[in-house]
């Protein structure tokens, strides 16, 4: 069993744009003359007699490889990763702005928090100050 499918179900993405990123960075094997990769460019001059010589014309030879291969698989890694930070963020910003009492969570001594509570199949409705709320988890309870 695969978590995410069998492989001929999967939408193959091309990743373009990781490609051209490369490229701009010194990889001309993808076919785009700009930045790095450009042999006539002020940067591929200026580097030749920097640092280490040659090391463009190891980047480019198709022999050996310094980027890593990009695919599908990746592509979903990125989300996951892009997912879990957004989210964390936005419970971090929330907390934030929850605590200090902002414009967008104003007058929290009014705020009552109510839920239903039921037992023996009856309903009854339940309100809390938020103050015994603050007691409950200061104490442990």
């Given at each position: 069993m695969?978590?995410?499918?069998?492989?001929?179900?999967?939408?193959l993405i091309e990743p373009i744009f990781a490609q051209w990123i490369q490229s701009a960075?010194?990889?001309?094997?993808?076919?785009?003359?700009?930045?790095?990769s450009?042999?006539?460019?002020?940067a591929f001059n200026a580097g030749r007699n920097i640092?280490?010589?040659g090391w463009l014309n190891a980047v480019n030879e198709?022999?050996?490889?310094?980027?890593?291969?990009?695919g599908p698989g990746d592509f979903l890694v990125h989300h996951a990763i892009a997912l879990g930070l957004h989210t964390t963020t936005l419970i971090l910003v929330k907390g934030?702005?929850?605590?200090?009492?902002?414009?967008?969570?104003?007058?929290?001594?009014?705020?009552?928090i109510v839920f239903l509570?039921?037992?023996?199949?009856?309903?009854?409705?339940?309100?809390?100050p938020l103050g015994m709320h603050f007691i409950w988890r200061f104490f442990g309870c």
């Open positions: 695969l978590a995410f499918g069998t492989p001929e179900k999967q939408i960075h010194g990889k001309t094997s993808y076919g785009f003359d700009v930045l790095l450009s042999t006539s460019g002020p640092w280490l010589p198709n022999k050996n490889s310094l980027f890593l291969p990009i934030a702005l929850d605590a200090r009492g902002s414009k967008l969570m104003p007058d929290k001594r009014i705020l009552v509570a039921t037992g023996q199949g009856v309903a009854v409705l339940v309100t809390f």
